[in-house]
């Protein structure tokens, strides 16, 4: 089953970024999916794109000029059914269609946030660096 193949175009966006995103981490723990971007600009630093509470998830390893967008009624209900949860929890997740010049996908998580750090390195993650918070979205 092909999920997000009713539409052509995509809903507005939600969230949008000219960087490229990877898939940098998953843990099935934690139900948590981490998408990072590191700026090629001097000073620039990183953007993490950070689910959590996954229950379901389409991706490509990499999103060049990465657009979030909401899902129709529709594919929020064929995406859900498909994820197994249970129905008592449906107002407890928010579904995103994230779509990019390589690759599109979807994210059925209970919260999403995008931070920007000031440190440039990609490997380094000092759990008391400063960061910024960009956008979120929860249910």
Same mark, same amino acid.
């Not at 490229?20 to 099935?28: C, E, H, L, N």
């Not at 953007?47 to 000029?65: I, K, N, P, S």
């Given at each position: 089953?092909?999920?997000?193949?009713?539409?052509?175009?995509?809903?507005?966006? @939600? +969230?949008? !970024?000219?960087?490229?995103?990877?898939? #940098?981490?998953?843990?099935?723990?934690?139900?948590? =999916?981490?998408? $990072?971007?590191?700026?090629?600009?001097?000073?620039?630093?990183?953007?993490?794109?950070?689910?959590?509470?996954?229950?379901?998830?389409?991706?490509?390893?990499?999103?060049?000029?990465?657009?979030?967008?909401?899902?129709?009624?529709?594919?929020?209900?064929? @995406? +859900?059914? !498909?994820?197994?949860?249970?129905?008592? #929890?449906?107002?407890?997740?928010?579904?995103?269609? =994230?779509?990019? $010049?390589?690759?599109?996908?979807?994210?059925?998580?209970?919260?999403i946030t995008a931070e920007r750090s000031r440190e440039e390195s990609a490997l380094?993650?000092?759990?008391?660096?400063?960061?910024?918070?960009?956008?979120?979205l929860r249910p």
């Amino acid at each position: 089953m092909k999920i997000l193949s009713r539409r052509s175009e995509p809903g507005p966006v @939600i +969230f949008g !970024s000219d960087l490229a995103f990877q898939v #940098w981490k998953y843990g099935v723990g934690h139900s948590q =999916l981490l998408l $990072r971007a590191v700026s090629n600009q001097s000073g620039g630093g990183r953007v993490d794109l950070l689910f959590e509470g996954v229950a379901a998830m389409q991706l490509t390893m990499r999103y060049e000029a990465l657009k979030v967008h909401p899902v129709d009624a529709a594919e929020f209900q064929e @995406i +859900f059914e !498909s994820s197994g949860v249970d129905e008592k #929890w449906r107002k407890s997740f928010v579904i995103v269609r =994230l779509t990019s $010049r390589t690759g599109s996908g979807y994210v059925q998580c209970a919260k999403i946030t995008a931070e920007r750090s000031r440190e440039e390195s990609a490997l380094q993650q000092d759990p008391d660096e400063p960061r910024d918070l960009i956008w979120s979205l929860r249910p």
